[in-house]
């Protein structure tokens, strides 16, 4: 017999309980997890707060060996298209302190932790529109609401584009469009991100959950160790760009923001980006 004992790994319960103001969660005896990112039931409204609790969940849930796929949604009828009123007096009240704290080292792990902390294969389901959509995009899979939009507001809002979005557009799109969606604030249309090769389904909205966990029965007839391994060599790519420039990209945008000397992840700030995707515009000057 050892001398020591394995330390205990995080319990469902307990962490259900723990997120339960950020991620409604539901878990399949199969080990099949439902997230849905939430802002007091609806979707999310962008904070401090819940920018660090992305991260502090992924390594969670990667952390739980009863955990075999993750499916992971937003609430309601939008994505993410709102910031928390007061989500960010923090980042005003000191923001050399914030920048690093939300901006650099929050950021980082939240991106780095889908693709590194997570052995289990994943499911992004855009439920409707937003911004911050890397986190969906990123996923093994991702399917997509058939009138949802997905667009960067970083541009718009004076801030520059460099915490994890260059990485996921750049890869996905290219070179060419990945520049005109981050200098623009370019709303893409499901459509148009399907035939980009943005998400690999357009449903109605109804019907995302359901095919998501369609997918995910297929996904879980193969062995465990299979799955988990699968899952490392499709991320690959994503690894590499991870590596190669997702500290860089934070570096220059937390610069960008020390020289402006200001917050802007204001209410106002974001509410201004996202009406023309509302109006169903695809550019914010058109």
């Known amino acids: 017999m050892s001398l020591q004992e394995f330390l205990p790994t995080p319990r469902f319960e307990e962490y259900r309980e723990f997120f339960k103001d950020y991620f409604a969660l539901e878990r399949r005896q199969d080990?099949?997890?439902?997230?849905?990112?939430?802002?007091l039931g609806g979707p999310v409204q962008l904070s401090v707060q819940n920018h660090r609790a992305l991260g502090q969940f992924l390594?969670?849930?990667?952390?739980?060996?009863?955990?075999?796929?993750?499916?992971?949604?937003?609430?309601?009828?939008e994505f993410m298209m709102d910031s928390d009123p007061a989500g960010f007096e923090l980042e005003e009240a000191d923001l050399p302190h914030w920048a690093y704290e939300y901006g650099f080292k929050d950021g980082r792990i939240n991106v780095s932790s889908l693709i590194n902390d997570l052995e289990i294969p994943t499911i992004g389901v855009f439920n409707g529109s937003g911004f911050h959509s890397e986190i969906l995009l990123m996923c093994d899979l991702t399917l997509m609401s058939e009138d949802a939009r997905i667009?960067?507001?970083?541009?718009?809002?004076?801030?520059?584009?460099?915490?994890?979005?260059?990485?996921?557009?750049?890869?996905l799109l290219g070179v060419k469009r990945a520049a005109f969606a981050l200098l623009t604030g370019e709303s893409i249309s499901a459509p148009t991100a399907l035939e980009y090769g943005m998400v690999n389904e357009i449903l109605p909205q109804a019907d995302l959950i359901s095919r998501a966990y369609t997918i995910a029965d297929y996904i879980m007839t193969q062995p465990r160790t299979i799955r988990r391994l699968t899952t490392q060599i499709i991320r690959r790519p994503w690894k590499k760009r991870i590596v190669d420039d997702l500290e860089v990209g934070f570096g220059i945008q937390l610069f960008g923001h020390m020289t402006k000397g200001a917050a802007v992840h204001s209410k106002e700030h974001i509410a201004s980006q996202a009406d023309y995707v509302r109006d169903g515009r695809r550019l914010p000057f058109d």
Do not use: M, Q, W
């Open 151 to 171: 667009y960067d507001l970083h541009y718009g809002i004076s801030s520059v584009p460099g915490d994890g979005i260059h990485s996921c557009f750049t890869e």
């Open 59 to 77: 390594k969670t849930v990667g952390a739980d060996p009863e955990n075999e796929l993750l499916i992971l949604t937003g609430s309601g009828d």
């Open 31 to 39: 080990g099949v997890l439902l997230a849905r990112a939430h802002t």
